[in-house]
């Protein structure tokens, strides 16, 4: 026993002299941000003030709630390569419903709550075949999330025919306005994209710190075997986690068809590892169990704020992904100096 | 204690003639856990030298030090009356140094003859000569008695088929000393015959061997030298000649160390738990694991399920616990048929498992030690849909101190701790989840020897409270401690029911475990 006790202190004594390291390698996506933003503003006075501050977190909040959903799913050790496409067929979907839906000899024109939430029950739906898939019938998660990838993009081609539904604004006289507040309303000056973000984010941060179901997330992203053993509903949780993945991909999909006022089946193309990128740049393992939505949301930032800098200071679009590419191989590799320390001591 | 203990201490400097391998003052260090302190071992040259002792006692890190698999933190490797470095299995393999492994090696997707020859094919002139390897595993599988098809896959063969394979990859090698952990452990006492007498032949052409079993008896009928290990230390060594099985047991276990005895002045309880004709299919093959048994465990009752690897206990305890479906039979829990429940609404009703791998199926080990203590109930702090954090500290102090958990504190990662200390919390784990019935599979397993007491005694305080215990061991030593009725089970079936005052060999006995002569 006496060897337990000193290695202990050995251990804490390690800690103590490499705290700074430890801090900035911990905080690393929130430093990273504070470069970019520092960097950039020297480069160009237009990036540091609060109205592009704003338009810039707007372009973030689209992949940020994808991210979110993502986040959900890697902390269980799965991943979810549908949301981007999930996120184009919602806006169709919501197009489609805005057009009127012909039901016998009439057309209905559901009113904007009704189709919200129909989309955000088409999220849904994807995430529970997804959930369903991996948990019950043992389908790698990558491979059942690729093959909706391409399901939910070619049902939301074959619904507009490869068209784009342009009129979202609806018609007073049909009662089904307001689509558009969503993308272009703004509460005390800051865009409803943001602040449904911000909801998303502090109610899926309160679950995962909070709530039973973060601990069995946590748990059973760590080791399903003893989250099992000790009585955690496992398949269950991975079911839910697919599916509120597929709602946040939903939510993203009607800000950004609010945010164009056009619904495009192509929508969101690639989105998705956009999203892995910022839960990865976030601090998250892919292997499960570790990760934060704090970090999360600052990985989004960082990837969202880099490549809105590269466009104001005009460096070419092509630069920015070789950037972008950069950062997230970055990224994993301070993940995995992370994960080995820790695993070391 | 028996006497020739210490007379035969081995010396500095190895005997050319006699000694062709040695470890000198070897340690292994697992983090915070000491594997090894201060090793010394001798193989001699020609002889069958047998390592003894319990689970968690180092044998098998000595041996994979011994092999190259892993590095000793300090001591030194003499091959030769050389110091050798054996930086890995390839190395150790070119100084003619083979490893047969416990935990089998094999790719189970690919063929007998290419594991036989995984990393060292036969190059022939056109890439690798497949027929030249073909005719040397069926030589010899010839040599084995077996009749193993080199093309066949491993995934289609037997488990003791598989391992007839590992020993033939090893025979491959033409090492001149032969490691062979637990070569036996999933063979028939056919099979045991015919590595036995592969192991005489061996000897005969002068190749060295090292051998470890847990059937003491059979490693006895073919040792010529025996060397006991106990918590990492050579407690004693001595020729074949002096020794007999009672010098091994006493050795192995230690006398002095006290594991408790039964709580008593207390009356059992009601029946807690009933099993009744359940049968378990084993996961390898379609056969029964677990064989149309009965069991009833009172109230304040500790039972002790003794039994060889392969007996079925592990697959009694998981069945039991919801975690494999039985084909047949009942678990009932208070009179109530809780066989249709899952393993949370097991847990909520008291009936709870501690598994024997903690690694593997009972830590979460990317959590810290609080979140892992408090994994298995957390409804009990749940208020709406927020967890109470005022709550879960105090159960998780609670906890700590009630299961004696040393640790910096609960939020110190679960990989800190020493392995006594982790299966501590793996038990106080479901030990707040207030159980009537806690099963325990190997609760010993890989923990040293005062962790070990210390967990007998919290089973032993819990029991004086109504607690219902089950525990499982493959250490004889461990059933004549806390438990007031010892299960011996072989084959799925219970072989024999001893009370706490029987003896060492009649339990081993009905293991089976002297069968083999």
């Not at chain 2, 391998?21 to 001798?42: E, I, Q, Y």
């Amino acid at each position: 026993m006496s060897a337990t006790s000193t290695n202990g202190t050995a251990a804490a004594k390690k800690s103590g002299s490499f705290s700074l390291i430890k801090v900035l390698l911990e905080g690393r996506a929130f430093f990273a941000l504070i470069a970019i933003i520092i960097a950039f503003s020297s480069m160009s006075p237009n990036y540091a003030s609060v109205g592009n501050f704003l338009i810039m977190a707007n372009h973030v909040a689209i992949f940020g709630l994808l991210a979110i959903g993502m986040l959900l799913v890697i902390l269980n050790g799965g991943i979810d390569l549908s949301v981007g496409s999930v996120l184009g067929l919602s806006g169709v979907f919501a197009g489609w419903l805005m057009q009127g839906v012909e039901v016998g000899s009439v057309i209905v024109y559901p009113p904007v709550w009704a189709v919200v939430v129909l989309t955000l029950c088409v999220g849904a739906t994807v995430g529970l075949v997804n959930g369903i898939l991996v948990a019950f019938f043992n389908v790698p998660a990558f491979v059942a999330t690729l093959g909706s990838l391409y399901v939910a993009r070619g049902v939301g081609l074959l619904m507009t025919n490869g068209l784009t539904y342009n009129n979202l604004s609806g018609d007073p006289s049909l009662g089904n306005t307001g689509f558009d507040w969503l993308g272009f309303n703004r509460l005390a000056s800051v865009p409803i994209g943001v602040i449904i973000f911000t909801v998303i984010a502090v109610a899926t941060a309160l679950l995962l710190t909070r709530s039973a179901f973060g601990r069995w997330l946590y748990a059973s992203g760590g080791n399903e075997r003893a989250a099992q053993l000790s009585g955690v509903p496992v398949k269950r949780v991975q079911v839910i986690v697919y599916m509120l993945s597929g709602v946040c991909a939903s939510v993203a999909g009607l800000v950004l068809s609010s945010q164009l006022t056009s619904a495009g089946p192509t929508a969101g193309t690639t989105y998705e590892l956009t999203a892995i990128a910022a839960v990865v740049i976030g601090g998250a393992a892919l292997t499960g169990g570790r990760g934060t939505v704090l970090g999360t949301v600052l990985g989004a930032f960082v990837i969202g704020f880099l490549s809105d800098g590269l466009v104001i200071i005009g460096v070419s679009a092509y630069w920015q992904t070789v950037f972008t590419g950069a950062v997230i191989v970055l990224a994993v590799l301070l993940n995995s100096i992370q994960y080995s320390g820790t695993r070391r001591s | 204690m028996m006497s020739p203990t210490y007379e035969e201490t081995p010396t500095e400097t190895p005997d050319v003639a006699e000694i062709v391998l040695a470890a000198r003052h070897v340690t292994k260090s697992f983090g915070p856990v000491m594997a090894l302190k201060g090793v010394n071992f001798d193989v001699h040259r020609g002889h069958v030298t047998t390592l003894f002792g319990e689970n968690g006692a180092g044998k098998s890190t000595l041996m994979k030090i011994l092999s190259g698999v892993q590095k000793p933190t300090t001591g030194k490797i003499i091959l030769d009356s050389q110091p050798v470095e054996l930086g890995s299995t390839t190395e150790a393999q070119e100084l003619g140094i083979c490893i047969i492994h416990q935990e089998l090696s094999l790719a189970p997707n690919l063929t007998v003859r290419d594991n036989i020859f995984m990393g060292r094919e036969i190059r022939g002139r056109f890439g690798v000569d497949f027929a030249e390897e073909e005719r040397q595993v069926r030589k010899l599988m010839e040599e084995l008695e077996e009749d193993i098809d080199p093309l066949a896959k491993v995934e289609d063969l037997r488990l003791g088929q598989q391992q007839i394979v590992e020993i033939a990859r090893a025979l491959s090698v033409d090492a001149r000393i032969l490691i062979m952990d637990e070569p036996t452990s999933a063979l028939s006492a056919a099979e045991v015959e015919v590595l036995f007498k592969v192991i005489h032949d061996l000897k005969a052409k002068g190749v060295s061997i090292v051998y470890i079993s847990h059937h003491l008896e059979e490693a006895l009928t073919i040792t010529d030298h025996a060397v006991v290990l106990r918590d990492g230390t050579m407690t004693a060594y001595a020729p074949r000649a002096e020794i007999d099985l009672e010098w091994i047991v006493c050795n192995m276990v230690g006398e002095n160390f006290d594991l408790g005895s039964p709580p008593t002045g207390y009356d059992f309880g009601a029946p807690a738990l009933s099993i009744k004709g359940l049968s378990v299919p084993s996961h390898t093959d379609g056969e029964l694991a677990v064989d149309a048994m009965d069991l009833d465990v009172k109230a304040g009752e500790i039972v002790c399920i003794y039994g060889l690897m392969g007996a079925g206990r592990t697959e009694l305890l998981e069945c039991a616990a919801g975690r494999i479906k039985p084909v047949a039979g009942s678990v009932e829990l208070h009179g109530h048929n809780v066989s249709k429940l899952t393993i949370s609404d097991r847990i909520q009703s008291g009936l709870v498992l501690v598994p024997e791998d903690r690694q593997r199926d009972g830590l979460v080990q990317t959590m810290t030690v609080g979140r892992n203590l408090s994994l298995a109930s957390i409804q009990n702090f749940t208020r709406g849909l927020f967890t109470s954090r005022r709550q879960e500290a105090e159960i998780v102090e609670d906890s700590i101190r009630d299961v004696t958990v040393k640790t910096d504190g609960p939020s110190a990662m679960i990989g800190s701790l020493s392995g006594g200390n982790q299966q501590k919390v793996v038990i106080g784990k479901m030990l707040v989840t207030d159980p009537s019935v806690i099963m325990l599979d190997e609760p010993s397993r890989g923990i040293d020897i005062g962790a070990k007491a210390e967990v007998f005694r919290i089973l032993a305080e819990r029991a004086r409270e109504g607690l219902a215990v089950i525990y499982t061991t493959s250490e004889v030593s461990e059933c004549l401690s806390i438990a007031h009725r010892i299960i011996v089970m072989r084959r799925g079936k219970i072989s024999a029911e001893f009370s706490h005052d029987t003896t060492k060999e009649a339990i081993m006995a009905a293991s089976g475990e002297s069968l083999v002569h």
